[in-house]
């Protein structure tokens, strides 16, 4: 599960318009200048993260942070952030680099279609066939033996683990202990993500 797309445009909104030194309510002006019939609620949900976005209301909110802040505002600016998975929709996940990439013009890349409630089944059963040909190459050992010690095959265990975090067991591990991470610490991230995978 990636963070909404709405967050992240929300986020950097916020960030560009305290910068400037600008209000809620000079960016409720502006906004409606270019069509958006916000109050400073709406902006402030909008900042939020609970305004589903779409491409008018993107352009719209770039013109009107241009507006307040005084310099011009890329949709690049909207979408800025470290690279992590995107919720575009309820089954769609990219990268953010990849959205990133694609409002610059390159080929629209990447995106995993996450699995519906109805594709869940007990611990993937039903879910092999949304198994990546890169993901086996990415299953480690570690991530085999615990695909055993679950009673469940390495198709089944994979498809749980791409549903739950879009990566293998051993890498969603080495990502949430992070790179100076101690055996100790290792060891707590694998049991929160074995009762992660027995959940499902």
Known sequence: ??????????QNARAL????????????????????????G????????????????????????G???GQPVALADLLAGDDGPVDLTDELTID??????????KPVAG????????????????????????FHLEMREADIRLCKQLGVTAEQGGAAMIALWRRS????????????ANAQRKGQISRQLKTELKLQ
């Open 67 to 69: 507006t307040v802040t």
């Open 111 to 134: 995106g995993e279609r996450k699995p519906t409630a109805r594709d869940k089944g007990n611990l993937g059963r039903g879910l092999a066939s949304l198994v990546p040909d890169w």
């Open 42 to 65: 709406r902006v402030g949900d909008f900042e939020a993260g609970r305004v589903a976005p779409s491409f008018p209301t993107m352009y719209a909110v770039a013109l009107a942070l």
């Open 1 to 10: 599960m990636g963070t909404p797309l709405a967050q992240i445009l929300g």
């Open 169 to 180: 067991f051993t890498a969603e591990r080495d990502r949430r202990a992070g790179p100076d």
């Open 17 to 40: 318009r305290i910068e400037a030194g600008a209000t809620l309510e000079q960016f409720a002006r502006a906004a409606k200048t270019f069509g958006l019939p916000w109050s400073t």
């Open 96 to 105: 953010l680099s990849d959205l990133q990439g694609a409002l610059q013009g």
